[in-house]
């Protein structure tokens, strides 16, 4: 069960840091079609992967087990993006025009 919460949390670091890197690469490389949209896709599918996480969870233990994990994904999703978000804000707010 752990290497299960493991590779969930693995895999929802990789999709939101892969898109971060994506959008990064757009604003240093100042492409006109940095707005964010892979960022925020990679956000929406790390949250839908909480329920399915939790219900596999739900599955393979108990309902309290898996509240408790869809609760430490959340938090661990949500907090990434948001920190990932306010970075790339400042990349693109110092990232001189052409």
Excluded: C, K, Q
């Excluded at 869809?70 to 938090?75: D, E, T």
């Amino acid at each position: 069960m752990v290497a299960f919460w493991i590779g969930w949390a693995v895999l929802i670091v990789l999709v939101i840091g892969g898109a971060a890197a994506m959008e990064r690469a757009a604003i240093r490389n100042r492409i006109n079609g940095a707005n964010g949209l892979a960022f925020l896709m990679a956000g929406l599918l790390a949250a839908l992967s909480v329920p399915a996480g939790g219900a596999v969870t739900w599955y393979l233990r108990d309902l309290r087990t898996a509240l408790a994990a869809m609760a430490a994904a959340a938090v661990l999703g949500g907090t990434l993006w948001a920190l990932l978000a306010r970075w790339l804000g400042r990349e693109a707010a110092n990232t001189p025009a052409r």
